[in-house]
């Protein structure tokens, strides 16, 4: 047990909270039994405050066993703290993957079903849900439950995407997708504008992977221009004998050991590097092998990148828009940003397909996530985006969310409180919750 401040991943409004790191689960069922509210943290990849308590904080990085694999279907059971990373490499070289991955492979088990995660596949593969096969969740009693979607599926549904509200997410069974290679064949194009990366995007739908990388600094002719990255794993057959593995070494990363200072990393700067980044795509326009690292962890390869941002921290927004109003509506929230003279350091954009869930993020449409330095001008020019984000009908992802208000919370996912309700009728809101659910009121 330790007394701790603890923030998310964007290092913004520290949280006091008792932090312990159990190691089984009667450790875990001890700690429900206290009457203080608890929350479980994975590797703390959320952006905001949704993976610590006022009360008790219970990490699970010690949960770190991968548990039984069948080779003959590719079923893998694991502990919650295990890293998807990790998973990958442990893997691959027996022929599976994860079939569903976010921007970060230290992302846990555990935190990958209560965010129920996308990756760049979400429109062919669905999110991280459909990827497992059961797990176990302990309530409040200490009491261990296995659901899925056949056994207990209520409570298999509220708990993929349910932030970690339902209880605490123990281990999984997980179904991986079978691949010959940890290659990956990428193919860059560049945009012009906005509207053309949108374009652009789209027309890469029939790809297993897309993501586009937008500049969200440039004005004009060439406001919203990018590079849309579109990718499928590769053949044995399509490895050139150099490369002498189906399987890539790992690449050691670079880590910030201390906070940047605020001069560093301005508009400026990014104006700089956005260019360059822009310019050199431009330059790439043959297909290229890349390690399955670098496609899908990019930020990765810069650990504990968000000090680059100083002590200020950082703030993500991530929201999708349906597709009949996600081009005009998108497009808005990026002209938003530079009218108030605070844009994005960071803009990702993707396609999302149909999901089914009770309260997970994704729905038929396009996702942007922003990045930007926290400041009050940030916190004031992110409340107009959630007001362009009810017009147009869409939503926000709360694991990337800092800030949220409750109301607007409930004014663009009606689910909210639905979701409340559940966690009402079971006697869970007594028990687990975070700094996020006591501010957005689920």
């Excluded at 302990?138 to 899925?148: A, E, I, L, Q, T």
């Excluded at 992802?397 to 409930?410: F, P, S, T």
């Amino acid at each position: 047990m330790t007394q701790a401040e603890l923030t998310g991943w964007g290092r913004f409004r520290p949280v006091a909270t008792v932090l312990h790191t159990p190691r089984t689960a009667p450790e875990v069922a001890t700690l429900l039994q206290s009457a203080n509210p608890a929350i479980a943290r994975g590797n703390g990849l959320a952006y905001g405050d949704s993976a610590v308590s006022s009360g008790y904080t219970i990490s699970t990085r010690r949960m770190n066993r991968m548990l039984h694999f069948e080779p003959e279907h590719g079923l893998l059971e694991v502990e919650c703290g295990v890293t998807l990373a990790d998973i990958a490499a442990a893997m691959l070289p027996r022929g599976w993957f994860p079939p569903v991955l976010p921007g970060s492979g230290a992302v846990t088990v555990g935190g990958a079903i209560a965010a129920d995660v996308h990756g760049k596949n979400h429109v062919h593969t669905g999110s991280f849900r459909g990827c497992v096969v059961w797990m176990d969740v302990m309530d409040k009693n200490g009491r261990v439950r296995r659901c899925s979607s056949t056994v207990q599926p209520d409570l298999f549904d509220h708990t993929l995407g349910g932030m970690g509200l339902t209880g605490v997410i123990l281990a999984a069974c997980l179904r991986l997708a079978p691949v010959e290679t940890g290659w990956i064949c990428q193919e860059q194009v560049t945009t012009s504008n906005f509207r053309h990366t949108v374009a652009e995007l789209r027309a890469a739908r029939a790809a297993p992977y897309a993501v586009a990388w937008l500049d969200g600094l440039t004005t004009g002719a060439s406001f919203g221009r990018g590079v849309v990255m579109k990718g499928h794993h590769a053949r044995y057959d399509d490895l050139p004998a150099t490369l002498g593995s189906r399987t890539p070494r790992d690449a050691p990363s670079t880590r910030l050991r201390f906070d940047w200072p605020k001069w560093v990393l301005n508009t400026t700067s990014m104006r700089a590097f956005n260019a360059l980044y822009f310019y050199r795509a431009s330059k790439r326009t043959a297909p290229q092998l890349v390690d399955w690292r670098s496609f899908f962890f990019p930020l990765d390869a810069i650990d504990l990148w968000p000090r680059a941002y100083g002590s200020r921290g950082l703030l993500q927004f991530q929201c999708v828009l349906p597709h009949d109003t996600a081009e005009p509506g998108l497009e808005h929230i990026l002209r938003a940003t530079q009218e108030a003279l605070c844009p994005p350091f960071l803009a990702v954009l993707k396609e999302l397909g149909m999901q089914e869930s009770a309260f997970s993020f994704p729905m038929p449409g396009l996702t942007l996530a922003l990045d930007f330095p926290a400041s009050p001008a940030a916190l004031k020019v992110l409340d107009r985006l959630d007001a362009i984000v009810i017009e147009n009908g869409g939503r926000v992802y709360l694991a990337k969310d800092a800030r949220l208000k409750a109301g607007i919370l409930r004014q663009s996912d009606p689910r909210a409180d639905t979701f409340a309700a559940y966690r009402s009728e079971h006697g869970l809101d007594a028990h687990f919750q975070s700094a996020q659910s006591k501010r957005v009121q689920i």
